[in-house]
């Protein structure tokens, strides 16, 4: 079962406290580091031009997240 790092859990948890419909470019970046670091591609920020690829990664993230820290 895959978990995250404690520095990755903590940087998800403060990401999951922005209850906005929108992301800041630095949770953009948050959201790409880290789904690059766990899903194994290269660093890269989606079009912002549709939320599908953000909404994926988030949901995707929240899965391992839900495992804890490891």
Same mark, same amino acid.
């Given at each position: 079962?895959?978990?995250?790092?404690?520095?990755? @859990?903590?940087?998800?948890?403060?990401?999951?406290?922005?209850?906005?419909?929108?992301?800041?470019?630095?949770?953009?970046?948050?959201?790409?580091?880290?789904?690059?670091? @766990?899903?194994?591609?290269?660093?890269?920020?989606?079009?912002?031009?549709?939320?599908?690829? @953000?909404?994926?990664?988030?949901?995707?993230?929240?899965?391992?997240?839900?495992?804890?820290?490891?």
């Amino acid at each position: 079962m895959l978990k995250m790092t404690p520095i990755h @859990y903590d940087a998800w948890t403060a990401f999951l406290s922005n209850d906005k419909n929108t992301l800041t470019k630095g949770e953009q970046e948050t959201l790409a580091r880290l789904h690059s670091i @766990y899903f194994k591609h290269s660093y890269y920020l989606p079009c912002t031009c549709s939320p599908k690829t @953000y909404n994926t990664w988030i949901e995707q993230l929240n899965v391992i997240y839900k495992n804890g820290k490891g």
